[in-house]
């Protein structure tokens, strides 16, 4: 990893050494981590190490790569809804709700996302999912 991507390493290090602790958690600097070239793991090392295998197999394979793709995953109600923790649901279909320990009521909605990280919550659209890095940006 440190021949192709070494300022990717170095960023996430930085990102960790300047990161708080909370009980088993590490929360990595955000703008520290940020500063990371954002180039995809397949981009910044498997395409150009010539020490890369390829296997075939069979098997079912989603990028997790959106909250969209994550409710597309979870195990969802009758109604559709995907949901983590102290939630309550009325007359709502197609959302996926992470309370991070918080109760979070959702009435009346559909295709929504919201998530609860401590004092954070993200409430979107699922079809908007990709528009999160604005809400990061907006922390910077």
């Not at 981590?33 to 890369?52: G, H, L, N, T, W």
Request: net charge negative; charged share 25%; aromatic share 4%.
């Amino acid at each position: 990893m440190l021949t192709h991507c070494r300022t990717i390493f170095d960023a996430a290090a930085d990102a960790l050494a300047a990161g708080a602790r909370d009980g088993d958690a590490l929360y990595a600097d955000g703008p520290k981590f940020a500063a990371a070239p954002s180039d995809s793991i397949d981009y910044a090392v498997m395409e150009k190490d010539d020490r890369v295998a390829i296997v075939p197999v069979t098997m079912g394979w989603s990028d997790l790569g959106s909250w969209q793709a994550v409710h597309a995953l979870a195990a969802c109600d009758e109604a559709g809804n995907a949901t983590t923790g102290d939630v309550f649901l009325h007359d709502s279909n197609g959302n996926l709700i992470r309370s991070g320990g918080k109760r979070v009521s959702v009435i009346g909605m559909e295709g929504v996302a919201v998530v609860v990280d401590g004092d954070d919550i993200l409430v979107m659209p699922l079809k908007r999912c990709q528009d999160v890095r604005a809400a990061a940006k907006a922390r910077e």
